[in-house]
């Protein structure tokens, strides 16, 4: 059983930062690629930044150059750094991440709880 636990979201004011973080644990043998999704009521989860495990990234356009994706491979841990937010960052964020739970065991994607963030003045 893998579990991705999401922190770090919280209301904040148009222009400033917050820092989440995912840890995921349980039965893992190996994590490929991990990354941060959100989503608004009446809509889909969009992709927001993933990472691969050999650190190549990407982004939405709506967040680049203000949003920052990184990952701790020995904490089984990926972070999203945001800065200058805006309301429409405003959404519940989640965590995904792509596990293998054995050797010899294909990779499966595993989804957090979702934290909420919310901008606004």
């Known amino acids: 059983q893998v579990q991705l636990v999401e922190s770090g979201g919280g209301l904040v004011q148009p222009g400033g930062s917050l820092r989440l973080s995912c840890a995921a644990s349980?039965?893992?043998?190996?994590?490929?690629?991990m990354g941060w999704y959100r989503q608004t009521p009446g809509k889909q989860r969009e992709l927001v930044a993933a990472i691969t495990s050999g650190d190549t990234t990407n982004y939405a356009d709506s967040v680049k150059g203000r949003f920052t994706i990184s990952r701790d491979n020995a904490k089984n841990t990926v972070y999203l750094q945001m800065n200058s937010l805006k309301p429409e960052d405003t959404a519940v964020y989640y965590c995904?991440?792509?596990?293998?739970?054995?050797?010899?065991?294909?990779?499966?994607?595993?989804w957090g709880q979702g934290t909420q963030v919310t901008v606004s003045s």
């Open positions: 349980g039965s893992i043998f190996s994590i490929n690629a």
């Open positions: 995904n991440s792509n596990i293998n739970t054995g050797k010899g065991i294909r990779y499966r994607n595993y």
